[in-house]
């Protein structure tokens, strides 16, 4: 499992963008390019959901209410992942975390012993 920073979190209208980043940090830097790497969201009162997430071969796959709309990327030199987020809702209002695993289907499932604390996104109507 990857340590990392969650940032980039904010105020913004709906309609706006943002662009949110997760930085590994600890043991993980010398293997952080083999991990897949996943953005989740959890809005008050619901469960924790898988946003997107990028393996490390590049593959992505997106939630749906994600497509068209957010994109992950990674930048393996600076242990950090991106998530761009364009035309905002409300409903995309949450805690988003970052999280990662050598293995993909764990990072699918969301299944970890720990999450970081994340960062917070507002979307005003």
């Known amino acids: 499992q990857v340590r990392s920073v969650e940032s980039g979190g904010g105020l913004v209208q709906a309609g706006g963008s943002l662009t949110l980043s997760c930085t590994a940090s600890?043991?993980?830097?010398?293997?952080?390019?083999?991990?897949?790497m996943g953005w989740y969201r959890q809005a008050p009162g619901n469960q924790r959901e898988l946003v997107a997430l990028?393996?490390?071969?590049?593959?992505?796959k997106y939630a749906d209410a994600a497509k068209g709309r957010f994109t992950i990327s990674r930048d393996n030199a600076k242990y950090t992942v991106y998530l761009r987020m364009t035309n905002l809702k409300p409903d995309d209002t949450a805690v988003y975390y970052c999280n990662g695993h050598l293995s993909p289907t764990v990072v699918e499932s969301g299944d970890f012993s720990a999450w970081g604390q994340g960062t917070q996104v507002t979307v005003s109507s």
């Open positions: 990028i393996t490390n071969t590049g593959s992505t």
């Open positions: 600890g043991a993980v830097f010398n293997i952080f390019r083999l991990h897949t």
